[in-house]
Structure formats: structure tokens, C-alpha cells
């Protein structure tokens, strides 16, 4: 296989120049599940694992391989295992925060999802449990990967409104394409195929039950991945897909398969929260002061738009909720970073302290 047919590009190109001579093979991360990846090669695909340096000297989980990743392997056992030995910097990556506390300790960690996506379809079902601002949280992640969204609307044989829907999405969704899908009975699964381009790499995102799976049994032609049946509860599809999964399509381009997020945390979101509230944005260059945070202070234009029915209340608590949880994630970001500061020149120190008194010993 082409490497450009797995999305392979000057780009990653470009960054392979300072690995040259170390005999390296170069591969593309097709599956994570735990500790256990497959690599997809131009001569094909591979179990694989992490290099024992590589996990060792990695400060966070953004350092693993993630689906999508673009890696360089080295094989092992008469060439039936590969060994990851460098990730290659990333395109686009979606991430999530998964810090933990440890006492009073806060520790900061990224995990990537999905890397170096070109399209991302978000996938949402038009029943009961569609959910606007789930759909702003999600459009935010999207636009801060780098990657571009496209909002599908599934399940249109379960929604009696669909037109009435597909305003309420699209005064939420500026500048990015919606297509309505019911892909059990195949309806709109045509309106996809302009985004399959060689080379191209597309995510799926959305909660679980949505209908990811089914999408892509749809475009593929064929039952490739499992799909449950929809549950007896608000026609909520069951979750099935239980680990990434990435897809290289014979007429092109490559599809991921995620599973679905009860909840997505920001990692970071500043430029996404900016793009998927544009309408917020641009009213906001109105406001009497730069910094107008648009919650109290006075001369906000933002909040008078508000009242005039502009924007819909519920757009702007979602917007103030996203913005208020990003900047406790940057607080929380610096606090653990200047406590991971603290015990770094603390064990320094201690170390310092023994190489003295060590040097004094021997001078004596």
C-alpha cells in the first residue's frame, strides 16, 4: 500500500528528516487497545508495542501512540511484532483532560484520543436524547484540534420534527456543514462521500448510541464493525464499540471509529471556545471594554443581545459555563505545574546536597 493512501504527507515528511540512518520503518497506528496497538505499514499490518525507553521516558499519556499516529517501528520476531520507537509530531489531535488528584496534589495529564484527523463527523441522534449544548461542547473540542467538524444528524426515521431540529442545530453549528442521516435505512450516506478523499483521514465522534458504527458499515458497504441493536430505552442505540479502530477505505480515504464519550473534558479549548461562538465573538468587539468577560461588567454588548433576543439565554449560559471551566482547568494546569516545579528543584536540591557532602567525603 501507498503511504499516501494511509495519509501520508509533506508534513510528516518533513519530520522525518532527523530520524534518517536509524533504519526505521515507518508505520501508522490502526488500533489501541491497552497496552497493545496494530501498525499499519506500506507492506501491511502488524501487532505492535512501545519501545521500554519510549514508555519510560514518557511525562504524560499524550506521549503513547494514539490512533492516527504516524510512528516509526522496528520489527522484531522474524518481522511478525513491530516495536514503536519514535511518534512523529502530531497534524491535528483530539484531547481530552484526565488530571487525577493524589492527596492535595493535582496531576495534570492530556490523553489523546485521535491524531491527525482531517475531518471530524459528529455524529448526534435526532431522538430524545439530543442535546444542544452537548453539541457546543463538542463543536469547541473539534475546532481547538485543528481538524474540521461536520455535524451528522442521525436517527431522522425517530424525529417527527426534523426541519424544526435542524434550525434549532444550525443556529448553534456556525460554519459547519449538517447532514441529516438515517443510516439503518441507508438515507444520506451519499451526502458523505465527498469528504472520503485519498489520503484523508475522518473521524467519528459522539456519544455512545448515536449510530457511529452503523455509519460506517454504511459507507464501507459491509457489517465490518459490531453493531448492537437499539436499546427499549428513548430509542437509544447500545454502546458497542469498546476501542479505536482505524479503517483505510479500497476506493479511498481512512475512517476512525471511537468509542462513545459519556463526557469530554478540555484539555485546551481557547481557540475552539472562540470559533464555535462566533456569534458571541463578533457582538463582543462591542462591548466598552477588550476584556469584557461578558458576565458582570458593564457596556457588555454581549449580555445586551441577551435581552434583546439576540442570543438565546441558553446559548449564552453555555457559553459562560465553557469559558468558566476553562479557566479552571488553566488554573488548575498552573497550580499542578508549579507543585511539580516545587519537587523537581526540591529532589535537585537533595541531590546537590549528596554530591557535596559526597565530594567532602573524598576530600577528606
Not at 75 to 100: C, E, Q, W, Y
Not at 111 to 120: M, P, S
Not at 174 to 181: A, F, G, I, T
Not at 246 to 266: M, T
Request: charged content about 30%; hydrophobic content about 40%.
Amino acid at each position: 500500500m501507498d503511504l499516501t493512501e494511509l495519509g501520508w504527507d509533506d508534513f510528516f515528511q518533513a519530520r522525518l528528516d532527523k530520524f534518517q540512518g536509524e533504519n526505521l520503518t515507518v508505520a501508522r497506528v490502526s488500533l489501541q487497545q491497552k497496552k497493545m496497538y496494530r501498525v499499519v505499514t506500506a507492506q501491511g499490518e502488524y501487532p505492535a508495542v512501545i519501545l521500554g525507553r519510549l514508555r519510560h521516558s514518557a511525562q504524560s499519556l499524550a506521549d503513547f501512540p494514539a490512533v492516527g499516529d504516524w510512528v516509526l517501528v522496528k520489527f522484531k520476531n522474524n518481522g511478525d511484532m513491530a516495536v514503536i520507537h519514535h511518534i512523529l509530531p502530531r497534524k491535528t489531535k483530539i484531547s481530552r483532560d484526565t488530571s487525577t488528584r493524589k492527596g492535595r496534589r493535582v496531576i495534570a495529564d492530556e490523553q489523546v484520543i485521535v491524531a491527525n484527523v482531517d475531518v471530524i463527523f459528529l455524529v448526534a441522534a435526532l431522538n430524545d436524547e439530543l442535546n444542544l449544548r452537548r453539541i457546543e461542547r463538542y463543536l469547541t473540542v473539534i475546532w481547538d484540534s485543528g481538524a474540521s467538524p461536520v455535524l451528522l444528524l442521525n436517527k431522522a426515521d425517530l424525529c417527527d420534527d426534523v426541519d424544526g431540529v435542524l434550525d434549532k442545530v444550525r443556529d448553534i453549528a456556525v460554519d459547519v456543514p449538517v447532514h441529516v442521516l438515517s443510516a439503518v435505512k441507508g438515507e444520506g450516506i451519499d451526502e458523505l462521500r465527498p469528504y472520503l478523499q485519498r489520503g484523508k483521514t475522518i473521524a467519528l465522534l459522539g456519544s455512545s448510541g448515536v449510530g457511529k458504527t452503523t455509519i460506517i458499515n454504511k459507507i464501507v458497504g459491509k457489517d465490518l464493525l459490531k453493531v448492537a441493536d437499539i436499546g427499549d430505552f428513548k430509542d437509544k442505540g447500545r454502546h458497542t464499540t469498546t476501542f479505536r479502530s482505524l479503517v483505510v477505505l479500497p476506493e479511498g480515504g481512512i475512517l476512525v471509529d471511537n468509542p462513545g464519550l459519556r463526557a469530554i473534558q478540555f484539555w485546551d479549548g481557547e481557540v475552539g471556545l472562540k470559533k464555535s461562538f462566533q456569534d458571541i465573538e463578533e457582538i463582543g468587539r462591542n462591548c466598552r471594554f477588550n476584556d469584557c468577560r461578558h458576565d458582570d461588567e458593564p457596556g457588555c454588548a454581549v449580555r445586551e443581545a441577551v435581552q434583546s433576543g439576540e442570543i438565546s439565554l441558553d446559548r449564552y449560559n453555555s457559553f459562560l459555563k465553557l469559558h468558566k471551566e476553562l479557566e479552571h482547568r488553566a488554573r488548575k494546569e498552573n497550580w499542578a505545574t508549579r507543585q511539580n516545579t516545587k519537587k523537581r528543584w526540591k529532589t535537585g536540591s537533595k541531590d546537590m546536597r549528596q554530591i557535596k557532602k559526597l565530594r567532602g567525603d573524598l576530600d577528606e
